[in-house]
């Protein structure tokens, strides 16, 4: 997977992720809310990519127009619907003297500071609560998965990446993106399994995959699921 930018006509750039794919046989473009995903075969030209980028340029800028167009932001308010491991829950704001620790009742999550309306905020101060909910979660998962693996437990570190929700290194570190906290517990178990088989397999071979559906035996659903949901997780 490589990070690329490709100056198009009109003067801007459009930045891509691109993944080389040595089954294909034909290049592939991929629009959603990562961005641009080229795939392509082996022993295809820089030179190539290029000039198709720039013979799709205005199908290219239409399609991450409309991304953007969807991905409205989060406004962070009393009332503002949140997702936490897949269900919906409410942000509450209230004026107190002091900034108090964020409560979570299972349905409403609570924030207490002087200036409720210092929505800055109050965004740091979820963000900092998804964030320790999540290194909670991933690493019971981690540890449960591991042991069905018959692997060491290997270390767990958050990422904010903007392209992917999980990475494993050749160091046996695993990564895994914050903002996954808001999925259904299936997709984020099956996430977690995904970056373990690469402990097994550091590629994406029938072998990676087979490790994967050992430890998540409906991986192809939720795999989907996550690529349907991705965007609105990003709005956070």
Not at 47 to 74: C, F, H, M, N, Y
Not at 173 to 182: D, G, P, V
Request: with cysteine.
């Amino acid at each position: 997977m490589i990070q690329r930018s490709l100056k198009l006509p009109g003067g801007h750039a459009v930045d891509y992720t691109l993944k080389v794919s040595p089954n294909r046989r034909t290049i592939g473009l991929r629009i959603d809310a990562n961005g641009l995903t080229v795939h392509i075969p082996k022993r295809i030209s820089q030179q190539t990519v290029d000039s198709l980028l720039r013979d799709k340029s205005d199908w290219i800028a239409r399609k991450l127009g409309e991304w953007q167009e969807r991905a409205q932001p989060l406004e962070w308010m009393d009332g503002a619907r949140l997702q936490y491991l897949g269900n919906e829950i409410t942000l509450t704001l209230r004026q107190d003297d002091r900034n108090r620790a964020l409560e979570f009742d299972g349905s409403r999550l609570h924030v207490a500071q002087p200036d409720p309306e210092d929505l800055k905020a109050v965004q740091r101060k979820v963000a900092k609560w998804y964030a320790a909910q999540a290194r909670s979660d991933f690493t019971r998962r981690i540890e449960l998965l591991s042991a069905k693996l018959g692997v060491p437990t290997p270390p767990v570190f958050l990422s904010n990446a903007r392209t992917r929700w999980g990475s494993c290194n050749s160091r046996g570190e695993i990564r895994l993106h914050w903002r996954l906290i808001q999925a259904a517990p299936h997709i984020i178990h099956y996430v977690v399994a995904h970056e373990l088989a690469h402990l097994k397999e550091m590629n994406h071979s029938p072998k990676f995959w087979a490790w994967v559906e050992k430890l998540c035996p409906d991986y192809q659903k939720s795999r989907e699921q996550l690529k349907a949901i991705s965007h609105q997780l990003h709005l956070m």
